[in-house]
């Protein structure tokens, strides 16, 4: 019921201000008006904190949030013809589980039972895999050039770790950069891969766990991407800092750990510590592992 109310809310945003399906170049001045269209249906939400449309939806972990991405992309592209997805994960682990649960034929598949994507399952580009030219190479394969199908058939979605969005690893033998490498120039294309999504004009954002990230500098990069929506999934909507939490302003619907525990999907939790912990101990990747 959570994942359903999530998709219905959606459905509701989309039916009260329909330039968010359709529109990319907006004036502060446009965003103004489609967040006050939408304010009188979601109180709660009395910011969209970007330069896009992003719409924040806050459910308790163990409710089943990969799997409410697979409806909403399922819904997207059959209500509103959207054939371009971009999934933006925290951190390596997630990173990979993402990949796993949007692979065909795994335990926790996000499209079981959506009969479009067992005869056409979406194709899944990945921070791993962009560099080959897989998704460019079979946008323009599909213009017009398969026979018995077309560009409007297929969906792409791109799965990242939001550290490749500002990463400058360079290859072996290569000069040091000081070009993330999403954004070097690729020459299937003629440009960067990241000017190739932004150019796109029905690509939607769904970040994962995206309190892990809103305030970093891979966040601020991800807004030039002039994604038409952002769709944010988390359990804790707020930021941290020292002076204290600050709560999201684009929340449209709230479940929380109470309700949660409430309706019987998670047991009641448990508090475990590490005797003689210091965090400074460790970086980030043996935080992580940890």
């Known amino acids: 019921e959570p994942q359903a109310e999530s998709l219905r809310r959606l459905h509701w945003a989309i039916?009260?201000?329909?330039?968010?399906?359709?529109?990319?170049?907006?004036?502060?001045?446009?965003?103004?008006?489609?967040?006050?269209?939408?304010?009188?249906?979601?109180?709660?939400?009395?910011d969209f904190e970007r330069d896009f449309p992003s719409l924040c939806f806050a459910l308790a972990t163990g409710v089943g949030?990969?799997?409410?991405m697979g409806a909403f992309?399922?819904?997207?592209?059959?209500a509103e013809g959207i054939r371009h997805f971009f999934v933006l994960a925290p951190n390596l682990t997630i990173y990979n589980k993402l990949i796993a649960d949007f692979t065909p034929n795994t335990p926790k598949y996000v499209f079981q039972g959506i009969a479009e994507f067992a005869v056409n399952p979406p194709e899944i580009i990945t921070g791993d895999n962009y560099?080959?030219?897989?998704?460019?190479?079979?946008?323009?394969?599909?213009?017009?050039?398969?026979?018995g199908m077309t560009a409007d058939d297929a969906v792409h979605i791109n799965i990242f770790n939001i550290s490749k969005i500002t990463s400058l690893e360079t290859p072996k033998g290569?000069?040091?950069?000081?070009?993330?490498?999403?954004?070097?120039?690729q020459e299937y294309i003629g440009e960067s891969y990241f000017q190739y999504l932004s150019k796109l004009d029905d690509l939607v954002?769904?970040?994962?766990?995206?309190?892990?990230?809103?305030?970093?500098?891979?966040?601020?990069?991800?807004?030039?991407?002039k994604p038409i929506i952002g769709l944010e999934l988390t359990a804790t909507p707020q930021v941290e800092k020292s002076g204290g939490n600050i709560p999201f302003k684009n929340v449209i619907y709230s479940y929380p750990l109470s309700s949660a525990m409430a309706d019987?999907?998670?047991?009641?939790?448990?508090?475990?510590?590490?005797?003689?912990?210091d965090a400074s101990n460790y970086d980030e990747a043996g935080l992580e592992r940890l």
Do not use: C, W
């Open 15 to 46: 039916d009260e201000v329909p330039a968010l399906r359709d529109s990319k170049a907006r004036s502060p001045e446009e965003l103004k008006v489609m967040q006050d269209a939408l304010q009188g249906q979601f109180p709660t939400l009395t």
């Open 65 to 68: 949030k990969t799997r409410l």
């Open 73 to 78: 992309i399922s819904y997207l592209h059959r």
């Open 131 to 147: 560099e080959t030219g897989r998704g460019v190479r079979d946008e323009a394969r599909l213009q017009g050039r398969l026979p």
């Open 174 to 185: 290569a000069a040091k950069t000081t070009t993330p490498r999403l954004r070097r120039l």
């Open 205 to 225: 954002l769904i970040m994962d766990e995206s309190h892990r990230y809103r305030a970093s500098a891979g966040m601020k990069a991800i807004g030039e991407l």
């Open 264 to 277: 019987g999907f998670v047991k009641e939790p448990a508090v475990a510590t590490r005797e003689n912990f």
